[in-house]
C-alpha cells in the first residue's frame, strides 16, 4: 500500500514538471523573432502584448491594442438650468417643473475636457431641441449666493467663444449651476407630449390611476392633472331644469328608470359612521382609517354621493377650487377691502363640513393650551370652513364661544403658553408694544410653534376675530413678502428686544469708549462674526448689529410664520393690497378702545309703557339710573378696562356694532355674547356699589 502511495507521488510529479517545461518552450517561442520565409509578422519590441494559453498547451498572443480601451476620464459634469426667457433673476421655486414639462429647466450634462464652443453648442442642442430653432442667441449667466431667487451675472466667452476649461473655472469645477439665458427670443412654455423627444432619455415611471408610463420628473405634475379630471368627471352631472319639457308636456327623465349601473353603485355604498358620508364598499375601508386624524374628507362636490351638510370633529380638508372675484382689489377703504375679502373667502367654503374646536372649562391651563396647539399643528386643512368652537361645562353656545376662544388665542400669543418645555418660555413674542419680534428660542423653533401661530392670526382674521397687535415693523415687511433691505431699513432700537444687546450696540452712537465699553462692543462684534468697530465703520456696524439682533437671529421662525399664514389662505390679500397690512397687523395704539367709540355703538334700553299683567316691567326712573352708572363706568374706565369690558359683553375686544343694553331685575350683571346683549340688575342704589360688581364681573 505504501509503494503505490509512493509510485502515484512520482507519476504526479513528473506530470507537473513535464508541463511547466512545456510552458517554457511556448512562451521561449512566442517570446522569439520570427525569420520563417522573411514574411512573418514582427512586432515592436516596445508593443506590449497579453498572452493566452490554453489548456492543450497552445498560446495566442494579443496586442493590448486590440483590447477596449477604458472610459474616457477626462469629463466634467455640469448643473445646466435653460430659462425660457430674457432675465436677470433666477427662476422661483415652483417654475422648474413647469420649465422641464416644456422640454427646458435643469439637466446634468457631461461635458469632455475637450470640448470648444461649436462642440458645447452641438451638445447643449441635442439635450434641448428648442436651442435648435433659437434665433436671438443665448449666453451663460452663473447666480449670486444666498437662497430665494437671486441675480445673475454674465460669463463673458474668450476669444473663441466657450469652452469646457472656461465653463469649470466659472462654476466651481462644476458645482455651481449654470443658466442658459436668451438674449432677444422667448421661448414656449407649453406643455409637451410626454413621448417627446426632450424626455426621450429621462426614466419612466406608471401612472397608478390612468396606467399611463410617463417620465419620472413630470410624474408630480401629471399626478396633479388625473386629480383634476377625476374630480371633474364626479363633478360632471348634468342638472335638468323644471321647465325642460318634451314636446307632449311630459318632463324629461321622469319615468326613466334608473341604470343598471346606478342602481350596483347606489347598493354598493355605505355610511361612515365617524363622518355620516356615504361611500363605495372598496373605498369604505381605506376612509375609515383616516377619518377623523386630519386626513382628506369629502365634501360637497368631492363626496362620491350626495349628502347634506354635516359637522365633523377637528379641522376640515375640503378645499374650495373657485377663484376670488376682483371687487376687494377695487375697494378704496382697506378695512372694508380686507372684510369683502374674508367675506368671498368664507363663502366660498360655505358648504363644507365645520371646524369643530372643543375646549373642557374643567381642564388644567395645561390641557387647555395643548388642545389648542393640536388643533392648530394640523396639516393640510382649510381654515376658511366654517368655525364651531364649544366650551364643555360652559351653556353658552353660538358665535360667542367662537368670539371668546379667538380672543383667548390672541392674547396667549402675547401673553405665552401653559407648557413645561423646561427652563424655556413659551412666550413667542417679546420686546415693547408695537415692537414685538419673535423669540429666538431654539425650543419654541423646533417645537413647530411659529408656524402654528400664523396659523392662528391667520385663522382669526379670516373669521374676524381680533388682530395680533404691536409687531415691530421690520417684521411686518417681511412677513408680508417686503425685502430684506425694506426691512433693515425701518430697524430701530427700540426693536431689539434684549436689553443688553440693545445697551451695547448704542455704544457706536457715542464718540468715546472707555476701555470697558470697547471690549464690550469689540466681544459682541467677533461673536457675531464682524469686524471690530473703528472710527470708519461705526454706522455701518451699527446697522449689522442692530439688523442681526432683531431680525438675523429669528430668520427661521419669520419663515415659519410666513408659511403659517398663506395656509389660511389670506396671502392674495397681503399680496395685492399693501394698505391692508396696517388692518392685519395693526398698531397697539391703533387697538386701544376709547370710551366714545364704545358709547356710539350701545343700543341703550328704551322706556316701556307700564303693563299690569308684567311684573318684570322697571321703572322709567330707574332704567334711567343704571344706564348712567353705565356711561360713567365706561367714561372714567382705562383702555385695557374698555377691552374686558368687550370681551364680556361680546366675547373678544372688538367692538360689535350693535351693543344691546338691558335693564332687568337679577343679582349680578349677566352677558348674551351670542346676541351681544348685556343685562344690568336694577337693584343698585349707589355707583360704588355698580362699579365693584362690574370690575368683579370683568
Sequence with gaps: MVNEERDARALLSSEVESAARALIDVLARGLAPSSASGIGTSRSVNTPTRENVGLSGASAITPLSSVPAPENRGQKFFQIYVLSEPTMFTPKGDEDLELVRAGLGKRLLSVPDTFKHSEIVTLLEEEFPKLKNLQGGW?????????????????????????????????????????????????????????????????????????RTIPLPLLPLHIEECKTTESESVNDVTVLDDDDDDDDGNVIGANDQPSPLQIDLEQSCQICPICQISFPNDVLPYHASMCGEGGRTFSG?????????????????????TSLSAAWKYETDPQKASRMFCAELLSQSSDCPSMS?????????????STLISFYKMNSVNRSVPLKCRLTGDAAVGKGVNRHILSMIMQKLKTGFSLHLG??????????????????????????????????????????????????????????????DSAASALTLQDCPDLDHRETISLLKKTELTEQESTRLTDLCLFWDLPVPSSSNRDWLFQQLLSHAVLGRVKSQIKDLRKGLKETGIWPLLSQRLDSHQVVFPRESVMDI??????????????????????????????????????????????????????????WEVPEENLVLEVVTAKFPVAQTCFNMLRLPCHYQSYTTFKMDMVMCL
Design 423 to 484: 427652563s424655556t418660555s413659551t412666550t413667542l413674542f417679546e420686546g415693547e408694544k408695537n415692537h414685538r419680534v419673535p423669540s429666538a428660542s431654539a425650543v419654541l423653533r423646533d417645537s413647530n410653534l411659529f408656524q402654528m401661530a400664523g396659523r392662528m392670526i391667520g385663522h382669526s382674521f379670516v373669521h374676524g376675530g381680533p388682530c395680533l397687535s404691536g409687531l415691530s415693523l421690520p417684521l411686518v415687511i417681511l412677513l408680508t413678502g417686503g425685502s430684506s
Design 139 to 211: 449666453i451663460f449667466y452663473k447666480s449670486t449666493g444666498g437662497g430665494g431667487r437671486r441675480k445673475l451675472t454674465l460669463i463673458p466667452t474668450d476669444c473663441d467663444g466657450y469652452s469646457t476649461r472656461l465653463l469649470k473655472s466659472v462654476s466651481n469645477n462644476g458645482k455651481n449651476v449654470l443658466f442658459v439665458v436668451p438674449l432677444q427670443e422667448q421661448l414656449s412654455i407649453e406643455p409637451l407630449h410626454f413621448e417627446s423627444v426632450e424626455f426621450a432619455k429621462m426614466p419612466l415611471s406608471n401612472c397608478m390611476k390612468c396606467g
Design 357 to 369: 374646536l372643543q375646549i373642557n372649562q374643567f381642564d388644567t391651563l395645561d390641557e387647555q393650551d
Design 301 to 321: 362636490s368631492d363626496s362620491p354621493s350626495t349628502s347634506t351638510r354635516e359637522e365633523l370633529p377637528g379641522p376640515s380638508t375640503a378645499q374650495s377650487s
Design 594 to 651: 376709547t370710551a366714545q367709540t364704545v358709547l356710539q355703538k350701545i343700543a341703550w334700553p328704551k322706556p316701556v309703557d307700564d303693563d299690569e299683567d308684567n311684573d318684570d316691567c322697571i321703572a322709567v326712573e330707574i332704567i334711567s339710573i343704571i344706564t348712567s352708572y353705565m356711561r360713567r363706568f365706561i367714561e372714567e374706565a382705562s383702555p385695557n378696562m374698555l377691552s374686558d369690558l368687550m370681551k364680556f359683553w361680546v366675547g
